[in-house]
Structure formats: C-alpha cells, structure tokens
C-alpha cells in the first residue's frame, strides 16, 4: 500500500483533517490527529474517531507530543505559522496541505476554481453544466465535500471540479489543474496571510505547475505573472476579452451567446462568473447550445445576490455573503437601476471611504445596521442620505417605505455577521424572513 508503515499526523481534527486522516490510514498509513483546541466541540468529533481507532491528540498533548511523523498534513483551517504547524516545519518535516495530498492520491484531472469572490457559484455553474452534457463530475474542496473524502469515495468521474482557497493552495507541492480559473482578487484574510501580496501569491499558485496542454481562465481586468498554460480571457467590464458581456448578453469574441436576463443571477459580477464557467464548459468540449438551458435553470447559491420578492414593483436582494468590500462593490456594481442600500455588521477593521464615490454613483440612500453602523453613516453621509438603524427589520421597513417601483433593495453588509447573527446565511435568512412577512401585509 502506498503509505504502508509511515507514521502520518493530520493536523486539524474538523471535516478536511478527518477526511485526509481517513484517506492516509485507507493506503496503510499509521495517523494521528491533532488539534491544539480540546474544546466540547473537538472533544465530540474525537469520539469515533478513537472508537474507529485512530490516535487523537488534543489541547497540549497535540502541542508537546514527541511523536516523529514522516510526513505532516495541514488541514486547510491551520495557519502554518502557528505554533501546532510551526514545530515540525521547522524540524525539516515534509508538510503538505490536505488538498495537495488528496492530489497525490487523484487518477483524473481536476477543473479547479479560485477568486476571492464568486468561487462557489462558478463551482456550480461548471459542475452542471458537465454533468447536463454528459460529462461525470462531483464538485468539492473547499466547496462541499472534502477533497480527500471524493478520493476516498471513488466514485466513478471524467474530472473533478474544486473550488480551492488560498488556504488550501499555499502548500501546494504538484497540484495541477487541466483548467485553473481565477475569477477575481480583492483584499481578504489579512487575518490570516501576512499582508496582501502573500495572500495573492497563494491564490496565484493555482497556476504554477500547469503546461501550455492546459488551460487557464482569467478575469481580463486583472494582471498575472508568467503561466505556461493556454489564456482565455473574460471580462464585463472590458469588450477586448474573449468572453465579454454588451447590453446584457454575454459574447464569446463575435458570436453572440447568453442573455443574462433569461437567467436568475443578477448582477455584472454573476456575468463574470457566467462566463468562467462557460468558457471551462467550452475548454471540455461542450457546445454553447447545449449549455442554454441548464443556464436558464440554474439558481445562484442562497445569500449571494439572491432574488428574495418583488413588492410593489420593489425588488428585494439577499446578498449576505458579502462579508467584504470587494463583495459589496461587485454587487453594487452589477445594477444598472437605482439601488437602496442596506450594510453594515461586525467591526472588522476595514476601510469603507474608498467606496464613496460607487456609493454615491449607485444608490440613492443607505441604511446601516450593526457595531459599523455609525461609521458608515459618517463616511458616506455626506456623499448620500445615509441613515442608522436598530436593527435589520428597522432598514428593511425604512427601505421598502422610500423606494420606489422599478427600484432595488439591496443587502449587501460589506462584513461579517457576528455582532447580531451566527453567520452570513443566518443573517441572510433573517433577511428573506422579513422581506416574506413585507409580502403579507
């Protein structure tokens, strides 16, 4: 067996660090989890694990064993400069991410998606789209399931389509995509990369070990470093791309080919990642004609401009996924007619003044809610009337009193959810609840 007799250890006891544990101990391998947390929640998914006789290390006896590995797999969760991480990379240790090793253990080719925004519609988009031509596929990674758990599975595919992270990609080794599609870059995870320039060379990785046989599908508007692989460009902010969108239809070079309004994504940032996917389509072979009605039917994952109601000839739009500035822009964006805006949430430290003009270009007032309510309602407040709120019912209402018909309500927060809600889809469904209630009145 592939792994017989070496020592593995996991780091990471949650979802990708189970499915890679699995995985090793599946090619003979001896694993060990470890997690530096013994929190209840850790201490619960531990339990069958042990059952199942896996070793588990926990808390401190993960950060002091002094067990030797001959190799080491961070979960995508684990930051390599923690401490749990920094021990063995410093020992000299080979330590690979779980989509990297899950790639070592992959027979098919991979279609593989990466952007700060947008990856888990295109993922979708390219997954039906296969599948609805004929072509075998299941969708993952950083999307669904766990890479190394579809390797586990091994179900029978033509390729696998993965949406991948920076996380995932910054201890890539040979991972290598037949198509890589790079949608967009924005700052985000600071938290977690030094500074903006390491998260965009992580991301950027996506490309580093393909061959002019390969192809990669890149947003027109952004630069790259050198590739090898075959360009295809895509852009609806630009007509020079290949894939390019004029008056609402998307075109590849000359030929005219979708109508986005016949679809139920809304926005110019859905159009960019309409034409990811189609051009991935294309690049495995499928025809343009085919790929119409499958478009026409498909409907955007929840809370990412989501189409909610239309009241009064009021659209409502439930884009709580936009947790950052970038999101928020893109969705702003994306609307030609008059917008009202709802924003705001937990205190992230960001920078909002560089999007007073787009504000001011795009809506007609704002309404804010959460920790940055205040601070939005200053920044913007002399650009646009901008006001705050108590809650999110409270912006709802006040919204839905000043629009007029033809107008969209737009929740876009341009943050995270944790000062009010338990996440973006929680807030996202509050959201939709109380458009709902608006409907029966």
């Known amino acids: 067996m592939k792994y017989s007799g070496q020592s593995i250890a996991v780091l990471g006891c949650a979802t990708s660090g189970i499915a890679a544990a699995r995985l090793a101990r599946h090619h003979g391998a001896q694993v060990t989890l470890l997690d530096s947390s013994d929190s209840e929640a850790v201490q619960l998914r531990a339990k069958p694990l042990r059952d199942q006789g896996f070793s588990v290390l926990l808390g401190n006896a993960a950060l002091t064993t002094r067990r030797k590995f001959d190799l080491v797999i961070l979960s995508p969760g684990i930051d390599p400069a923690w401490p749990l991480a920094r021990r063995y990379l410093e020992r000299g240790i080979r330590c690979i991410g779980e989509l990297e090793f899950a790639w070592e253990n ?92 390491a998260y965009r060379k992580a991301k950027q990785r996506i490309f580093e070990n393909q061959t002019p046989d390969d192809i990669a599908i890149i947003n027109g508007a952004e630069s790259y470093p050198e590739m090898a692989a075959q360009k295809v460009t895509f852009s609806a902010f630009m007509i020079d791309t290949e894939y390019h969108l004029r008056v609402g239809k998307i075109w590849h070079q000359n030929e005219r080919l979708f109508d986005m309004a016949k679809t139920n994504l809304r926005g110019l940032h859905n159009a960019e990642n309409v034409m990811a996917a189609v051009a991935a389509a294309r690049a495995m072979g499928i025809g343009y004609e085919t790929m119409e009605k499958t478009l026409a039917t498909y409907r955007p994952p929840k809370h990412r401009c989501e189409y909610v109601a239309t009241i009064g000839g009021r659209e409502f739009i439930n884009d709580s996924k936009a947790t950052n500035l970038h999101a928020m822009e893109s969705a702003l964006r994306g609307f030609e007619q008059p917008v009202i805006l709802i924003a705001g949430g937990k205190q992230k430290g960001l920078d909002y003044a560089p999007l007073t003009p787009l504000v001011k270009a795009k809506t007609r007032c704002v309404y804010t809610i959460g920790e940055i309510k205040d601070l939005l309602t200053r920044t913007w407040g002399d650009a646009v009337p901008t006001q705050s709120c108590e809650s ?15 107008e969209t309500i737009l929740f876009s927060p341009g943050t995270s959810s944790f000062d009010m809600f338990q996440g973006y889809d929680h807030r996202g469904q509050v959201f939709c609840d109380i458009v709902h209630q608006l409907e029966e009145l």
């Open 392 to 406: 999110l019912e409270d912006a709802v209402q006040r919204s839905f009193q000043v629009a007029e018909p033809g």
């Open 106 to 197: 992959c027979r098919k080719p991979v279609i593989a998606i990466t952007g700060t925004n947008g990856k888990t519609t295109t993922t979708e988009l390219i997954e039906r789209l296969l599948l609805a031509a004929g072509i075998k596929t299941i969708a993952g990674a950083n999307y669904g399931v766990a890479f190394s758990e579809l390797i586990l599975e091994g179900a029978p595919v033509d390729v696998y389509t993965l949406e991948v992270s920076s996380f995932q990609l910054e201890l890539i080794e040979t991972f290598h995509p037949k198509i890589a599609v790079w949608l967009n870059f924005a700052p985000d995870h600071l938290d977690r990369h030094p500074n903006l320039e």
